[in-house]
């Protein structure tokens, strides 16, 4: 059975940084993707960063958010910097191949 297990979140300053970890098993390393959700929004997506390193992000980004990954670890980092209040949200990692998905965490971005 697939696992993800977040870390990171919490509470941080606008224009900060923060930074969140996503450990997989039970699974071969695949794709994995970042989304989130903020309070009576729908789920959308972040990015994407393939087995072979690929990585695909929304427009939204626009270059603040990094995701990478070391397989070594089975895990999948979300680097997120110069944060609004509006990705306050929560954030999941999840496995598209097997529809797994971390159990969110929480952001706020607040002053």
């Known amino acids: 059975q697939v696992q993800l297990v977040e870390s990171g979140g919490g509470l941080v300053r606008p224009g900060g940084p923060l930074r969140f970890s996503c450990a997989a098993s039970g699974m071969v390393f695949d794709t994995l993707a970042w989304h989130r959700q903020a309070p009576g929004l729908q789920r959308e997506l972040i990015g994407l960063?393939?087995?072979?390193?690929?990585?695909t992000y929304a427009d939204f980004v626009k270059g603040r958010f990094t995701i990478s990954r070391d397989n070594a670890k089975n895990t999948v980092y979300l680097q997120m910097n110069n944060l609004t209040p509006e990705d306050t949200a929560v954030y999941y990692c999840?496995?598209?191949?097997?529809?797994?998905w971390g159990q969110g965490t929480q952001v706020t971005v607040s002053a």
């Open positions: 999840n496995a598209p191949a097997s529809k797994a």
């Open positions: 960063i393939t087995v072979r390193d690929r990585t």
